[in-house]
């Protein structure tokens, strides 16, 4: 099963951007990235999703590396709101219930 | 609207005793998902169901039964309690496959096992 591996956590100022990143050297040609982020006390939530191109939705941008290896999630300007955990997930057509482990993800906090 | 709504929000039981976590959803979605998160940890899939009528097992489905009453709702049961089924559990449902669908998450039944 492809795998990904996120830092553990990371730290960001008030009004910064801030580049969550996420490497999976084993993805497949089918296999999409996809981001969810959980804040404290409540269900993951979608952030975005991508195969090959990069991808903007109001709340992120996804950087997708041309070979596929690693993605980048952007928060063009965080707020305090955007303190939560980030997961980092790849889906494909073929283990349709196996494929959606959440992994520990990223804590991200925000510092006024 | 309302989401995916999962009742109750906490509950506690006793080791042996059984008792359901419902799911509902509002927004005419096919797949619905359960989930377990163990403190500390990410999420694990126990069952879903890509469709009204189908039901498959996920990562980690001992110990639980689920039922897709209907295309709206979803429900997990826990037989006979134990303690190593204390976690917080989440449903979710999607419109299509979540290989290219969000999935949308209720906020979650926090279980206690005593």
């Known amino acids: 099963d492809a795998k990904t591996t996120q830092p553990n956590s990371m730290e960001s100022n008030e009004e910064e951007p801030v580049h969550l990143p996420c490497n999976h050297s084993?993805?497949?040609?089918?296999?999409?990235i996809h981001w969810y982020r959980q804040l404290p006390s409540q269900g993951p939530e979608y952030v975005i999703h991508?195969?090959?191109s990069n991808v903007n939705n109001r709340m992120a941008s996804l950087a997708i590396a041309e070979d596929r290896k690693s993605s980048t999630l952007i928060l063009h300007r965080a707020t305090l709101r955007d303190a939560a955990v980030y997961y980092c997930?790849?889906?494909?057509?073929?283990?349709?219930?196996?494929?959606?482990?959440f992994g520990p993800g990223t804590r991200l906090s925000v510092l006024p | 609207n309302a989401g995916v709504t999962q009742t109750p929000k906490f509950q506690v039981l006793k080791t042996g005793q059984s008792m359901t976590l419902q799911c509902a959803q509002d927004?005419?979605?096919?797949?619905m998902y359960w989930y377990r998160q163990d403190p500390g940890m990410g999420l694990r899939l126990i069952y879903y169901?890509?469709?009204?009528?189908?039901?498959d097992k996920g990562e980690v489905p001992n110990g639980y039964n689920v039922s897709r009453l209907n295309k709206r709702e979803f429900s997990l049961r826990l037989e006979s309690a134990a303690p190593s089924q204390t976690s917080v559990y989440f449903c979710?449902?999607?419109?299509?496959?979540?290989?290219?669908?969000?999935?949308?998450f209720g906020d979650g039944t926090r279980l206690s096992i005593l």
């Open positions: 979710a449902s999607s419109e299509g496959p979540a290989r290219v669908q969000p999935q949308h």
């Open positions: 084993t993805i497949s040609g089918t296999d999409y």
């Open positions: 991508g195969l090959t």
């Open positions: 997930i790849l889906r494909d057509e073929k283990n349709y219930g196996q494929n959606f482990v």
């Open positions: 927004m005419n979605h096919n797949s």
């Open positions: 169901s890509a469709s009204e009528g189908t039901t």
